[in-house]
């Protein structure tokens, strides 16, 4: 895996580059966002970039802006100082996919840079079960042959529970993966949007349980049973 890293702090830069190395993934270390941004339009991108915000010449707000004005959809990880809210905010809004606060543990690192790079991969075209499916490519869902109109959330909750098939989700994680970044969702706002799912799927031969004290799981259900 590609890594480029933008950090200017050269003890940071070294440590990041080690942490990453030792992982197997292949790391190029630049020290200002003009270089950042140049790789960055070149064919063979990496698989993920690790961004300082405060970076001499292109901060890395700018390099992200420029990124994604390019329609570059390379996954980005700022790294931001320490309740700097409203730069993960600015960040975040920018196009960066995710953030972390300096000082930050390797392991975290290592665990955010990686999903980062699985999100990024090829997702799986199509989610299924019963006779509900997501096209994940056209974000279409369907039951059987008939298109079922979700709102943004209402899909990001069904694809959530699909991804995890039988499993169980909490509600927590429901938030995070409607709002990865924290913002205030209450989990009221998840059994609303259940709710809905539940009769716009309701014919599907899929239900979604709910788990007492909990979250949910979807499963299968006969459609002639008694
Ligand atoms: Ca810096």
Redesign the pocket.
Known sequence: MQILVA???SVIADGLCRVLTAQGMTVQVVDNGATADLLLQRADTPEVVVL?I??PGLDGFEVVRRLRARGGRVPVLLLTARDAVADRVRGLETGADDYLVKPFASAELVARVRALARRHGAPPALLAMGDLTLDCATRRARVRDRVIELSVREWTVLEYLLQHGARVVSKQQIIDAILPWGDDLTLNAVEVYVSRLRLKIADAGVAIRTIRGFGYMLEPVAHDAP
Do not use: I, P
């Open positions: 950090e200017d702090d300082d405060g970076l």
